[in-house]
């Protein structure tokens, strides 16, 4: 008996949440922010307990799957009629990344840093910082790229051109402190490495929050201090 209990609840609330889904939209699958994270945490406790509980009678699930929809429905219609609830809602896109420059204030604020900030680029194809002309942290956690001109996608066969070689960025100094081993890795020491620094005005490794050396390109310095410019070195 009390299997039949469970899977009635089971079967009931299956086909609640996939009516729910149906009602609400794509949106909460293709657009998942942590609102909407959290939000599918609670639901799936409440009906876990609702399930499992003997307690708890059947009704109950149809009962929550309403409440529960109905304020994610409120929710989604609210911020589809006011800018001002959207905002309040799904959050706002920050910029990480402007005319090729780190926003460091607002890498902050997104709770994000420099090797966080490297791995959602790798993720969309963008290897290096310096290919990067905006970058903006969307409200779901993804990242949105625009490239610089030189780096945007073209085909040699646009140009005629025969293929050539291509270099991994190797990233040799992060959060100040330098990576001997990728240091290594292209046959190069510390004294070259500060040698490179001092044409830009470094002379301390600790002065530098991120530096990348790309085989073709040279090397890319991120200073710590906010208000002074990154640097681009010609391979030597």
Same mark, same amino acid.
């Given at each position: 008996?009390?299997?039949?209990?469970?899977?009635?609840? #089971?079967?009931?609330? +299956? +086909?609640?949440?996939?009516?729910?889904?149906?009602?609400?939209?794509?949106?909460? %699958?293709?657009?998942?922010?942590?609102?909407?994270? %959290?939000?599918?945490?609670?639901?799936?406790?409440?009906?876990?307990?609702?399930? &499992?509980?003997?307690? %708890?009678?059947?009704? *109950?699930?149809? $009962?929550?799957?309403? %409440?529960?929809?109905?304020?994610?429905?409120?929710?989604? &219609?609210?911020?589809?009629?006011?800018?001002?609830?959207?905002?309040?809602?799904?959050?706002?896109?920050?910029?990480?990344?402007?005319?090729?420059?780190?926003?460091?204030?607002? #890498?902050?604020?997104?709770?994000?840093?420099?090797?966080?900030?490297?791995?959602?680029?790798?993720?969309?194809?963008? $290897?290096?910082?310096?290919?990067?002309?905006?970058?903006?942290?969307?409200?779901?956690?993804?990242?949105?790229?625009?490239?610089?001109?030189? &780096?945007?996608?073209?085909?040699?066969?646009?140009?005629?051109?025969?293929?050539?070689?291509?270099?991994?960025?190797?990233?040799?100094?992060?959060?100040?402190?330098?990576?001997?081993?990728?240091?290594?890795?292209?046959?190069?020491?510390?004294?070259?490495?500060?040698?490179?620094?001092?044409?830009?005005?470094?002379?301390?490794?600790?002065?530098?929050? +991120?530096?990348?050396?790309?085989?073709?390109?040279?090397? +890319?310095?991120?200073? *710590?201090?906010?208000?002074?410019?990154?640097?681009?070195?010609?391979?030597?």
């Amino acid at each position: 008996m009390e299997l039949i209990q469970i899977s009635s609840k #089971l079967v009931l609330g +299956f +086909f609640l949440l996939f009516l729910l889904v149906r009602i609400i939209g794509k949106k909460l %699958i293709d657009q998942f922010t942590p609102f909407h994270f %959290i939000s599918a945490i609670v639901l799936s406790e409440l009906l876990g307990n609702a399930v &499992y509980q003997k307690t %708890i009678p059947i009704t *109950h699930i149809p $009962f929550t799957i309403l %409440i529960w929809g109905g304020l994610l429905f409120s929710v989604e &219609y609210l911020s589809q009629k006011s800018l001002l609830l959207r905002s309040s809602f799904e959050g706002k896109p920050s910029m990480v990344i402007r005319n090729g420059q780190i926003d460091f204030e607002q #890498l902050k604020k997104s709770r994000m840093n420099i090797n966080q900030l490297q791995s959602l680029l790798r993720q969309s194809e963008t $290897f290096s910082i310096r290919e990067v002309a905006f970058a903006f942290i969307e409200s779901n956690g993804s990242i949105s790229v625009l490239k610089k001109s030189p &780096y945007q996608k073209t085909t040699l066969q646009d140009f005629n051109m025969p293929p050539h070689h291509v270099y991994l960025p190797i990233t040799l100094i992060r959060d100040g402190e330098l990576i001997k081993a990728n240091l290594k890795e292209i046959n190069k020491d510390d004294q070259w490495l500060r040698n490179q620094l001092l044409p830009i005005g470094i002379s301390r490794i600790e002065d530098v929050l +991120f530096a990348e050396w790309l085989e073709n390109d040279g090397l +890319f310095v991120v200073p *710590h201090n906010p208000h002074q410019h990154h640097g681009s070195l010609k391979p030597k």
